[in-house]
T-cell receptor
Framework: NAGVTQTPKFRVLKTGQSMTLLCAQD?????MYWYRQDPGMGLRLIHY???????AKGEVPDGYNVSRLKKQNFLLGLESAAPSQTSVYFC????????????????FGEGSRLTVL | AQKITQTQPGMFVQEKEAVTLDCTYD???????LFWYKQPSSGEMIFLIY??????QNATEGRYSLNFQKARKSANLVISASQLGDSAMYFC??????????????FGKGTRLHILP
């Protein structure tokens, strides 16, 4: 069972470079999320999507773009990477909250560690 | 606006003792869900327990229980008979909305729990 898969797992970028993180889920979930995790800050929501073709901003969206062209994929893009974007990025997916028997819990990928020099 | 507060950055507990991890939340939506996740040093996010805002009873899952005090907007995680393997970071999270309404899941900053032998 693949669940939620993130690629790549590790990446080192130079300031100003661009890159895309790919998230793929095989659970037919409507909702997908991108978080970043930094020491002492918990998980902060970057962008999320409640369905194919839709995206919305989270808590810290600046410097990132996303696309959800297919239901199973959610891409996170960094157009011009900055050292402040050095972080561990988590993708997650879920079914809608309250749609019994689901609690709407998040299913997470393993994380992608990005370093921007 | 959503807000999740975890006031304990770190805790040390003797093995086999019970431990309570605090979480308070703030929302104006009558329909919401509360989640607890565990993140061991290996980095993966593990779902522990869920409490819906309309649930009449406190949620329990094995050694985990959620002390839900709706009027106080409190959702503390209680771990009974702690074990060395419980040493990890613990996150409280909240999701507003239900049945497909646009919603997002916000996390607290986490509590690092250390179980002492």
């Amino acid at each position: 069972n693949a669940g939620v898969t993130q690629t790549p797992k590790f990446r080192v970028l130079k300031t100003g470079q661009s890159m895309t993180l790919l998230c793929a889920q095989d659970m037919n979930h409507e909702y997908m999320y991108w978080y970043r995790q930094d020491p002492g800050m918990g998980l902060r929501l970057i962008h999320y999507s409640v369905g194919e073709g839709t995206t919305a901003k989270g808590e810290v969206p600046d410097g990132y773009n996303v696309s959800r062209l297919k239901k199973q994929n959610f891409l996170l893009g960094l157009e011009s990477a900055a050292p402040s974007q050095t972080s561990v990025y988590f993708c997650a997916s879920s079914s809608p909250h309250g749609q019994a028997p689901n609690t709407g819990e998040l299913f997470f990928g393993e994380g992608s560690r990005l370093t921007v020099l | 606006a959503q807000k999740i507060t975890q006031t304990q950055p770190g805790m040390f507990v003797q093995e086999k003792e019970a431990v309570t991890l605090d979480c308070t939340y703030d929302t104006s939506d009558p329909s919401y869900g509360l989640f607890w996740y565990k993140q061991p040093s290996s980095g993966e996010m593990i779902f522990l327990i869920y409490q819906g805002s309309y649930d009449q009873q406190n949620a329990t899952e094995g050694r985990y229980s959620l002390n839900f005090q709706k009027a106080r907007k409190s959702a503390n995680l209680v771990i009974s008979a702690s074990q060395l393997g419980d040493s990890a970071m613990y996150f409280c999270a909240m999701r507003e909305g239900s049945f497909g309404r646009d919603d997002k899941i916000i996390f607290g900053k986490g509590t690092r729990l250390h179980i002492l032998p």
